[in-house]
């Protein structure tokens, strides 16, 4: 009797030692099946890729002649304004019977060189034949056609000239002058001179004659 006893304490002791065994093996299987996972830092931050930039263009040359006048004197002067105004003796004086004549620079070699056209006592048109003055907006005698388009973009108006085979390019003034710039050409398209000035005086193809 003693030795059943015994023996089924011996069996209940190993059914729990089995028991115990099995929840160690789950818990193992467990902890292998959960992978750890390191904890993560934060990287540098993108940075934006730089715009490229274009060069500014470029400013088309200045120099003495703006669509108001040149230096100092200003379209709608009177001759004796003009003299007192230029700082250096201009000559010129009108025909009899005359309203329209020109005021030059003593000493140039030429009117076409530079001259101030006068009618009826104002100062209204500038005229240019040398390649030493710049005319509002950049343009010059000796420069093309294409340079020209390059300078007063969309805003030159051609015209066929009187005389040759040349042209008339006519440019309207971008400020509050209401002046007008016209270039004439040779056929080859170069520029041979240039004037500035106010309507109806800028269009007289044979200046004062």
Not at 121 to 146: N, W
Not at 163 to 177: N, V
């Amino acid at each position: 009797m003693q030795n059943r006893f015994l023996t089924a304490a011996v069996l209940a002791a190993l059914t729990l030692l089995a028991a115990c065994d099995r929840d160690r093996a789950s818990d193992a299987d467990v902890a292998v099946q959960e992978p750890v996972t390191a904890p993560t830092t934060p990287g540098p931050a993108p940075v934006d890729a730089p715009i490229p930039t274009q060069d500014p263009a470029p400013k088309p040359p200045v120099g003495d002649a703006t669509y108001s006048g040149y230096r100092a004197l200003k379209f709608g002067m009177t001759p004796d304004a003009m003299k007192a105004a230029f700082g250096a003796e201009l000559t010129g004086a009108p025909a009899a019977g005359e309203s329209c004549y020109y005021l030059s620079p003593k000493g140039a070699r030429s009117q076409r060189e530079l001259a101030f056209m006068v009618e009826n006592g104002k100062f209204v048109r500038l005229d240019v034949g040398t390649d030493g003055e710049i005319a509002p907006g950049g343009g010059k005698v000796g420069m093309s056609l294409a340079e020209l388009q390059g300078l007063y973009v969309g805003r030159i108006e051609e015209q066929p000239h009187k005389y040759t085979d040349g042209k008339y390019l006519r440019i309207r003034a971008d400020d509050s002058s209401n002046s007008v710039v016209v270039f004439e050409t040779d056929a080859a398209g170069t520029v041979t001179s240039w004037r500035t000035g106010m309507e109806p005086q800028i269009d007289y193809v044979e200046g004062c004659s």
